[in-house]
C-alpha cells in the first residue's frame, strides 16, 4: 500500500510540474507571438519621441507588459534613451523594431521576464532591483501609488537606498502629480526582488502597463525615479 501511494505521490507530483511547465511556455509563446505581430498605429511615431518613450508606447499598444530600466551617469548628459528621434516603423514587427531602437542604445538589449519585456543595461540589473525582500503581498484594491510607497519602504529596500546615498528624483511628483490606477488582480510574491513585484505589477493591469526605473549615479546627487509611461 504504502508502494502505490508513493507511485501515486511521485505521478501527481510530475502532472503538476507538467502543468506548470506547460503554463509557463504557454504564456512565454503567447509574449512571442505578440513580438511577431505588425506594430499598431506606426504612424504616431512620426513624431519625435525619445527611445523609452517609444518603446513603452510600442508595447502598450500591442498589449505587451514592460519594463523599462535606465542606468545613467551623473555627467550633464540626457540619457541615450532620453534623447528624441522620429521612427519609420510601419509595417515592421514590435521585435524588429525593440532591435532596431536599441541598436542605437548598444549599452541596452531587451528580454523577455516573468513573461514580461524588460529593457535593461547589458552590464545587467542595478543592484537595487535584484535585493531579496522577502515575501511581498499586495491588495487588488492597491494602485501603482501604493505599491510603489510599500516596495520603497521595505527595510531591505530603505536601507540599500540610504547606504547608497540614493534619493527620490521627484518625491512630490508620487503625491501630486500621478494618478493612482488599482491593479487588476492581488499580487502574491515569495523570496521577491523589486524587479519581480514591478513585472507582476504590470501583468496584473491587463496586458498594456509599462513601468520605467531610472537611477543616476556619479559625482552628483544621486537619484532614482519610479514612473508609469504606460498605464
Keep these: 500500500m504504502k508502494s502505490i501511494q508513493l507511485v501515486t505521490g511521485i505521478v501527481a507530483s510530475l502532472l503538476l510540474f507538467q502543468y506548470a511547465c506547460a503554463q509557463e511556455l504557454g504564456a512565454a509563446s503567447n509574449v512571442d507571438h505578440l513580438l511577431d505581430a505588425k506594430i499598431q498605429d506606426a504612424p504616431t511615431l512620426h513624431n519625435a519621441l525619445a527611445p523609452a518613450n517609444a518603446i513603452a508606447f510600442i508595447l502598450a499598444t500591442n498589449h505587451i507588459p514592460g519594463g523599462i530600466i535606465e542606468a545613467e551617469n551623473c555627467n550633464g548628459q540626457d540619457s541615450v534613451l532620453g534623447q528624441k528621434r522620429v521612427f519609420n516603423l510601419e509595417g ?18 531587451w528580454t523577455i521576464k516573468d513573461n514580461v519585456v524588460d529593457i535593461l543595461p547589458r552590464p545587467g540589473l542595478p543592484d537595487l532591483l535584484t535585493l531579496n525582500i522577502g515575501n511581498f503581498e499586495t491588495g487588488a484594491n492597491s494602485g501603482n501609488v501604493d505599491i510603489e510607497e510599500k516596495l520603497f519602504n521595505v527595510a531591505t529596500v530603505k536601507q ?23 491593479i487588476g488582480h492581488p499580487i502574491s510574491i515569495k523570496n521577491a526582488t523589486p524587479v ?36
Design 92 to 109: 515592421w514587427t514590435v521585435r524588429e523594431a525593440l532591435d532596431f531602437i536599441l541598436s542605437a542604445a548598444p549599452g541596452y538589449t
Design 160 to 182: 540599500y537606498l540610504s547606504s547608497h546615498g540614493l534619493a527620490k528624483d521627484d518625491p512630490l511628483r508620487i503625491i501630486i502629480g500621478t494618478d493612482n490606477v488599482h
Design 196 to 231: 519581480q513585484v514591478l513585472n507582476a505589477e504590470a501583468l496584473a493591469y491587463g496586458g498594456n502597463a509599462v513601468w520605467r526605473y531610472t537611477e543616476r549615479t556619479g559625482h552628483c546627487k544621486q537619484t532614482y525615479d519610479l514612473d508609469w509611461p504606460a498605464l
